[in-house]
C-alpha cells in the first residue's frame, strides 16, 4: 500500500499535468479497490500494470460495492485507514495541496477536468478516513474550498467544491466555526443570490443550507495524528465550546438570506437528513 501511495504521490506533485491526472487515477484507483475490490480473495498482482489499473478496470471486475459495516474486516481497508493517521502517507493532505498548485495553473478546459478528479478523491477520502477532516479546521485548506466557488469556476466545479464542503463540516464542528469565520456563509449565499448562477448550482448551494441547519453533536473522541490530544474530559469541553444551536445558525445565516426562517421550518417538517447530524 505504501509503495502504490508513494507513487502517486510523487506523480501530483508534479507540475506535469499528464503525470498529475495519470496521479488522481491511481488514487481513484486504491479507493475504487478498497470500495469494490475483494482483498480477501483477490490479492493485488505483482505486475505495474494491474497495480496501477484504473477505477473503471476494477469496478468492472466487481459488481457489487462493500458495505460500510464491511469495510472495517477488509485488511487493504485498515492498512489504508492506519497509513492515513499519519502525515507521511496522508493522502488528503496531498491532493489538497495539489488541488491549490492547479488552481495556480490557469482555468482551461483540460485543467477543469484535473480540478474535478481532485475534489472527486477529496469527496472519497474525507469520507473513508473521517479524521482527515481535521485539516479543513486550518484557514488556508477552507479558504482553498471557498475559492473554488467563485463565480469564474465553471457549475460543474462550483457543484463538487459544495460536496466536498459538506463532507469537511460533516460531524466537525470546529471546521463549521472556520468556515463561519471566513465568511463562509456570505460566499455560499452569494452563489444562490448571483443570475449568472446555473440552476444546478443552486439546488446545490440550497441542500447545503439544510445541512447546515442541521443540529451538531460533538465528533466521536479519538486519538491519533489527527485529532487533539489529551483527556477524554478535556476534549469534551473543547469539541462543546465549538458546538452552535440550530437557533444561533438560523440567525448568523439571516444575516445573508431573507427566507431563513422558511428554510428553517420546511427543514423540521421535512426533516430530509434524519439520520445525519454534523
Not at 488552481?103 to 478523491?121: E, K, R, T, V, W
Not at 473554488?148 to 459538506?166: E, F, H, M, R, T
Not at 445541512?211 to 451538531?216: A, G, R, V
Request: charged share 25%.
Amino acid at each position: 500500500m505504501d509503495l502504490l501511495l508513494s507513487n502517486s504521490f510523487d506523480h501530483i506533485a508534479s507540475k506535469d499535468t499528464t503525470k498529475i491526472r495519470k496521479g488522481l487515477r491511481q488514487i481513484e484507483g486504491i479507493l475504487a479497490h478498497i470500495c469494490l475490490g475483494d482483498s480477501k480473495t483477490k490479492p493485488a498482482a505483482k505486475d505495474g500494470h494491474r497495480r496501477h489499473q484504473s477505477a473503471a478496470a476494477v469496478s468492472e471486475q466487481h459488481e457489487d460495492p462493500k458495505r460500510l459495516g464491511e469495510l472495517s474486516d477488509d485488511p487493504a481497508f485498515r492498512e489504508f485507514f492506519r497509513l492515513q493517521d499519519g502525515f507521511e502517507w496522508n493522502v488528503t493532505t496531498r491532493v489538497a495541496d495539489c488541488l491549490e498548485r492547479l488552481l495556480g495553473m490557469g482555468s482551461n478546459g483540460h485543467n477543469d477536468m484535473l480540478i474535478l478528479a481532485a475534489l472527486s478523491n477529496l469527496q472519497g477520502l474525507l469520507l473513508l478516513h473521517p479524521p482527515s477532516r481535521i485539516l479543513f479546521g486550518r484557514e488556508v485548506y477552507m479558504n482553498l474550498l471557498l475559492d473554488l466557488l467563485d463565480p469564474y469556476n465553471c457549475p460543474a466545479i462550483q457543484s463538487q467544491a459544495i460536496l466536498v464542503l459538506v463532507t469537511a463540516l460533516l460531524a466537525t464542528p470546529q471546521n463549521t466555526r472556520v468556515f463561519e469565520q471566513m465568511e463562509g456563509l456570505l460566499t455560499i449565499t452569494s452563489l444562490q443570490s448571483d443570475e449568472e448562477t446555473t440552476q444546478s448550482v443552486k439546488v446545490t448551494v440550497l441542500e447545503f443550507l439544510y445541512f447546515y441547519l442541521l443540529p451538531e453533536a460533538p465528533p466521536p473522541t479519538r486519538k491519533g495524528a489527527f485529532e487533539r490530544r489529551g483527556s477524554t474530559d478535556s476534549s469534551k469541553s473543547v469539541h462543546s465550546k465549538n458546538i452552535r444551536s440550530q437557533e444561533e445558525k438560523q440567525r448568523m445565516l439571516g444575516k445573508y438570506i431573507a427566507n431563513v426562517d422558511c428554510l428553517f421550518e420546511d427543514l423540521q417538517e421535512s426533516d430530509p437528513f434524519s439520520s445525519v447530524r454534523i
